[in-house]
T-cell receptor
Framework: AQSVTQLGSHVSVSEGALVLLRCNYS??????LFWYVQYPNQGLQLLLK??????LVKGINGFEAEFKKSETSFHLTKPSAHMSDAAEYFC???????????FGAGTTVTVRA | DTAVSQTPKYLVTQMGNDKSIKCEQN?????MYWYKQDSKKFLKIMFS???????INETVPNRFSPKSPDKAHLNLHINSLELGDSAVYFC?????????????FGPGTRLTVL
């Protein structure tokens, strides 16, 4: 079975600073990897995903993530944080024929003015 | 235009009651899901349906019964509600069963069992 571990349940950054959210996965077959964002009192929205091909994936709102097979990681970054980035971020993994997403525990991002 | 909608948004009820949550998607997707998000924000899949057929049932108590009258709807009925059922329940949909597809989530239903 596949799983993800998100390191750090809370991340606090200053506005304009780098945002780095860590995600490590476990999978016996090549994974599909996702980052979702959940704004307060809302459902989840896809930020970006990796399935195959280019390992650096660009998403919405200036976020990007890099798939590193050797490190079994899929860390999410944004060069310059904005107040509107304050939210809960979830890393998720799936595999072909899995038919479901397995989510990490989430990372809460707060942005300081 | 709301892609995935759920009703009600909030549900407060007593232990032992039976309640239902409705979900509708207007995206023309084949696959729909129910997730439970607990108080620590951990998300876990409960059920998935593809073309009205049950695909995943993740060891959910049989007090929970999903029903899919058509591809656009997946409702969740819960019998004999317990305190531990308090959570936010999210409905989601995707184009089909392929795992690489994006899932589109509804706004959630916050269930509180007193």
């Amino acid at each position: 079975a596949q799983s993800v571990t998100q390191l750090g349940s809370h991340v606090s950054v200053s506005e304009g600073a780098l945002v780095l959210l860590r995600c490590n996965y476990s999978s016996s077959v090549p994974p599909y990897l996702f980052w979702y964002v959940q704004y307060p009192n809302q459902g989840l929205q896809l930020l970006l995903k990796y399935t195959t091909g280019a390992t650096l994936v660009k998403g919405i709102n200036g976020f990007e993530a890099e798939f590193k097979k050797s490190e079994t990681s899929f860390h999410l970054t944004k060069p310059s944080a904005h107040m509107s980035d304050a939210a809960e971020y979830f890393c998720a993994v799936s595999t072909p024929n899995d038919y479901k997403l397995s989510f990490g525990a989430g990372t809460t991002v707060t942005v300081r003015a | 235009d709301t892609a995935v909608s759920q009703t009600p948004k909030y549900l407060v009820t007593q232990m032992g009651n039976d309640k239902s949550i409705k979900c509708e998607q207007n995206l023309g997707h084949d696959t729909m899901y129910w997730y439970k998000q607990d108080s620590k924000k951990f998300l876990k899949i409960m059920f998935s349906y593809n073309n009205k057929e049950l695909i995943i049932n993740e060891t959910v108590p049989n007090r929970f019964s999903p029903k899919s009258p058509d591809k656009a709807h997946l409702n969740l009925h819960i019998n004999s509600l317990e305190l531990g059922d308090s959570a936010v329940y999210f409905c989601a949909s995707s184009q089909d069963l392929q795992s690489l597809n994006e899932q589109f989530f509804g706004p959630g239903t916050r269930l509180t069992v007193l």
